[in-house]
Structures are given as structure tokens and as C-alpha cells.
């Protein structure tokens, strides 16, 4: 966590299915609910990118402040 108490969630790599990235999307939606302060970095692209994001927005309920 950061120095001011929140939690970094990070990623960087290929978007695609191996690399799991809808658990860190999970963890992100439940903290969010448990209302425990974080920020979440998605750095990268891939064939998984465009379903990831629908999925973070709009079943997750995650806005675009929480997935940069």
C-alpha cells in the first residue's frame, strides 16, 4: 500500500485470458464495497481489452476513476 494508506492494484502486460486480469477486477469491485481506498492501473493491451472494460464498467459497476 502507499504511503498514505491505499492500496495499488497494478497490472502491465498483454490483456488476454492467461493473465487472469478479471481477479484483480474482483479484488478492485470489493474493496470499492468495502469502501477502502485504492487505485487500479491497467497498463497494457490485448484481445481481452475491450470485454475486460465492459466487464469492469458495467457488471463490476467500476467507473473510469477506479480503471485507468
Known sequence: SGASGTI?????GRMVKEK???VLLHVAA????????????LAGYGAEY???MHYAYHRLKLSCEQVI
Open 30 to 41: 470489493r474493496l470499492l464495497e468495502l469502501h477502502i481506498p485504492f487505485t487500479f492501473t
Open 20 to 22: 487472469n486480469i478479471e
Open 8 to 12: 495499488r492494484l497494478l497490472t502491465v
Open 50 to 52: 475491450e470485454a475486460l
